[in-house]
């Protein structure tokens, strides 16, 4: 089979590979479809510190079931399935409080272990969840993007009564939005971002308010309106905006942030504890691909609106410079195997 690997940073090839037999408890996907991520580009450009190489990267795929392991009951062969990226352990402290997502031995398929830009993968069973049949496999491949909004919104629990602002429309921000929108029909959703052409797939997305605060300051503009947002969400990422971010929240405001940055933030006590704002992070998804499946079935969400590129994957290095050059057309693209 063919697969993805970057041999060590910035050394990408399509290689062959041997045929994945699934282990016990373990199922292999042949895959259809899977999705570029930022951090796909990060383990590419040796920006991930816990990638290790030679590496099949790929977190974000979709296919079906075409051998199970042993212990696998035999009726999941050609099952319709989206692959949770998250492996845990089941029984250290943060597995223990429905966190597998921050497990003490996490393992991520594409960036601890070979992941899905490849032909194949070989799965722990338990993480290939079945896409009932109205689900198309576009949408099927946009499953974990989405569970990292799942858990995002899962973490500050939105009413239909926030004022809530996403920084940054791209596709974090446009899944937060969605589910901010489409799921929990929050009235009002401001989206902020540096780049016009972001903000009109905001818009697209269902955001009621689009801010450039690429020349002024968002809390000028927020305050001009007499706005302070009562649901934050950082899906930018930049270490300076955490620190905005409380200044210009609500009292009793949440705050979602969901960046790596190893840059400090610059925050004060008396912004946070002044107003008793309550801060969130997120990591991954814990246990949302069923949450999103669920949404996909009842129609709340729209991923074929963040998808805007599609390449064979033979042409993945062109894919891959595409999505980092090009904020401006680029969101969601995708890799077709066949
Ligand atoms: P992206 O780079 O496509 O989108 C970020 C957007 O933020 C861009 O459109 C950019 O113009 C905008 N932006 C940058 N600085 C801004 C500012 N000061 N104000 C407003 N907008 C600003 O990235 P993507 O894929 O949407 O991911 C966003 C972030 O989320 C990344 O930093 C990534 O590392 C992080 N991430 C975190 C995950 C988690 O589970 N915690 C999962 C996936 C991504
Ligand atoms: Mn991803
Ligand atoms: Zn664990």
Redesign the pocket.
């Known amino acids: 089979m063919k697969s993805v690997v970057i041999e060590q940073p910035n050394q990408l090839t399509v290689a062959d590979r041997p045929l994945p037999q699934p282990a016990a408890g373990e199922v292999r996907v042949k895959v259809k479809l899977a999705g570029i ?3 796909d580009s990060h383990i590419y450009r040796g920006h991930n510190p816990f990638a290790k190489y030679p590496r099949v990267i790929g977190h974000e795929f979709y296919g079906h079931i075409d051998a199970v392991g042993e212990g696998v009951s035999p009726s999941r062969l050609g099952e319709r399935v989206s692959v949770d990226p998250v492996i845990s352990c089941g029984h250290c402290y943060p597995c223990s409080i429905g966190k597998p997502n921050v497990c003490t031995e996490l393992v991520v398929l594409g960036v601890h272990r070979d992941g899905g830009f490849s032909e194949y993968a070989a799965v722990p069973a338990r993480n290939a969840w079945k896409i009932p049949e109205t689900i198309a496999d576009e949408h099927a491949v946009m499953v974990e ?1 989405f569970t ?1 909004a799942a ?1 995002v919104t899962g973490q500050a629990q939105p009413t239909e009564n926030d004022i809530a602002l996403i ?8 899944t937060t939005l969605q589910a901010l929108k489409g799921v929990y029909k929050v009235k009002q959703v401001i989206v ?4 016009d052409e ?1 903000l009109a797939m905001a818009r697209n997305s269902g955001a009621d308010w689009v801010i450039n ?1 690429s020349q002024r300051p ?1 809390q000028e503009t927020l305050a001009e309106k007499g706005i302070k947002p009562t649901l934050i969400v950082d ?4 270490p ?2 955490l620190q905005e971010a409380i200044a210009l929240a609500s009292p009793a405001a949440r705050i979602v942030i ?4 190893s840059e400090p933030s610059q925050i004060i006590q008396q912004g946070i504890t002044g107003k008793e704002l309550s801060i969130f ?5 814990a246990n949302k691909f069923p949450v999103v499946i669920d949404w996909l079935a009842r129609g709340l969400i729209d991923p074929g609106k963040l998808v805007t590129h599609k390449f064979d994957y033979q042409h993945v290095t062109d894919a891959i410079e595409l999505f980092e050059k090009d ?1 401006r057309q680029c ?1 969601k693209v995708l890799l077709t195997f066949n």
Do not use: W
């Open positions: 991520c930022g951090s993007p990292i858990n920084y940054g429309a791209g596709p974090m921000g446009l902020a971002d540096r780049i972001r605060n968002l899906a930018a990422c930049h300076s905006i969901m960046g790596f940055s992070s997120s990591r991954l998804n904020q969101c």
